[in-house]
């Protein structure tokens, strides 16, 4: 990409900006034009994955969602809990985790009979993209 069509990007993303907030949101003022922005879109046919402003409507969505978890990072919580918490935000089963350890270990677990042992919590980290100490 040259200097040309970076000018090109530059200019559009700036006018962009101009009409919806495209970037990070740091203040609770941006995070509220922010969701009337993004109510707007969906109004006008956003919600619609074949509609030409979904991907606008998927990026500012995401932009929403990071500054929400931001401003109410999750409580602590016992490992088991953690650990049900991702299972579920992802859709996975015991089953689905058998690479990682067997389902009676995972129901152990889930169950309170066992706890999570530091090689275990590792390789949860590396599947959930987390902290190891998120699991102990």
Do not use: W
Not at 28 to 39: G, M, T, V
Request: aromatic share 4%; glycine share 8%.
């Amino acid at each position: 990409m040259g200097a040309i069509e970076i000018d090109k990007i530059t200019k559009r993303y700036k006018a962009l900006c101009e009409l919806v907030p495209l970037k990070p949101i740091a203040r609770k003022a941006d995070y509220a034009a922010a969701i009337e922005h993004l109510n707007n879109l969906l109004d006008a046919g956003g919600a619609n994955e074949a509609h030409p402003l979904a991907g606008l409507v998927e990026a500012l969505g995401e932009l929403i969602h990071a500054y929400e978890k931001r401003q109410a990072p999750m409580a602590e919580a016992e490992p088991r809990e953690v650990l049900r918490y991702l299972m579920a935000e992802h859709g996975l089963r015991q089953t689905d985790l058998a690479g990682i350890a067997s389902q009676g270990t995972i129901s152990d677990i889930l169950g309170g009979r066992r706890e999570i042992s530091r090689a275990l919590a590792k390789k949860l980290a590396v599947q959930f993209h987390l902290s190891a100490g998120a699991f102990l």
